[in-house]
C-alpha cells in the first residue's frame, strides 16, 4: 500500500508554461517534504512544510500543505528545461517515523 | 561541507553472488538510512540507524540483506545471496536527528544490476 500517491506520474510540458503536480494521502503526516531527483543522483531536498495551510515559495516554485496535514502540492511556474527531472513528496507520519516516499513525478520540460 | 559518500557507483553481479554496498555520512550526522529504489519507484526504507544502533529495520529482507554501522559513522550494506529483484539503486541518507522534520542528505547512490 502507497501510502502517498502523487499525481501525475509523467508530464511533458512546454518551456514557459506553468504546471501543478500533486501528493494525496488517507493518512496525516507531521510534515511533507519535497525532493528533486536528477538521472544518476540522490534526491535532494527543495522544501519541508510544517503547519497545516501552510504555502512556501522557492523562486518559480510554490508549495503547499493541506489544512488537514494530508495532502500537498507544488507548482511550477513559467518552467525552464533546468527544471527538468523526478519530484518526490515524502512525509514523517510523526516526529520518530523515517521518511516514507511517494513513487515520484517525472517532469520534463521541452524548449 | 562533504557530501554523503557512496561505492561503487554501478555493479553487475550474477543472481545467487554476494554484492556490498559502502557509504560514509556526512560528519556528524547521527542518523543514517539504507533506501531501495526500484525503477520508477519512489526509495523505500531498508534500514535506519542512530549512532551504531539500529533503529527500524522492519522492512530489510533479513533473510539475504544485512547492514552494519560500525562506530556509528560508515556502514555497508550487503546482499546474499542476490536475486534478480534486487536490481535498484540503493540509497544511502543521513540526518542529524532521528526526530523532527530534518531534511535528508542523500548520496548519489549504487546502481546493482543482478543478472
Known amino acids: 500500500t502507497q501510502l502517498l500517491e502523487q499525481s501525475p506520474q509523467f508530464l511533458s510540458i512546454q518551456e514557459g508554461e506553468n504546471l501543478t503536480v500533486y501528493c494525496n494521502s488517507s493518512?496525516?503526516?507531521?510534515?511533507l517534504q519535497w525532493y528533486r531527483q536528477e538521472p544518476g543522483e540522490g534526491p535532494v531536498l527543495l522544501v519541508t512544510v510544517v503547519t497545516g495551510g501552510e504555502v512556501k515559495k522557492l523562486k518559480r516554485l510554490t508549495f503547499q500543505f493541506g489544512d488537514a496535514r494530508k495532502d500537498s502540492s507544488l507548482h511550477i511556474t513559467a518552467a525552464q528545461t533546468g527544471d527538468t527531472g523526478l519530484y518526490l513528496c515524502a512525509g514523517f507520519l510523526s516526529g520518530n517515523t523515517p521518511l516514507v516516499f511517494g513513487k515520484g513525478t517525472r517532469l520534463s520540460v521541452i524548449a | 561541507e562533504a557530501g554523503v559518500a557512496q561505492s561503487p557507483r554501478y555493479k553487475i553481479i550474477e543472481k545467487r553472488q554476494s554484492v556490498a554496498f559502502w557509504c560514509n555520512p556526512i560528519s556528524g550526522h547521527a542518523t543514517l538510512y539504507w533506501y531501495q529504489q526500484i525503477l520508477g519507484q519512489g526509495p523505500k526504507l531498508l534500514i535506519q540507524?542512530?549512532?551504531?544502533?539500529?533503529?527500524?529495520d522492519s522492512q530489510l529482507p533479513k533473510d539475504r540483506f544485512s547492514a552494519e554501522r560500525l562506530k556509528g559513522v560508515d556502514s555497508t550494506l550487503k546482499i546474499q545471496p542476490a536475486k534478480l529483484e534486487d536490481s535498484a539503486v540503493y540509497l544511502c541518507?543521513?540526518?542529524?536527528?532521528?526526530?523532527?522534520?530534518?531534511?535528508?542528505?542523500f548520496g548519489s547512490g549504487t546502481r546493482l544490476t543482478v543478472v
Open positions: 493518512s496525516v503526516f507531521s510534515s
Open positions: 540507524f542512530q549512532n551504531n544502533g539500529v533503529v527500524d
Open positions: 541518507a543521513s540526518s542529524l536527528w532521528t526526530a523532527g522534520f530534518d531534511g535528508y542528505t
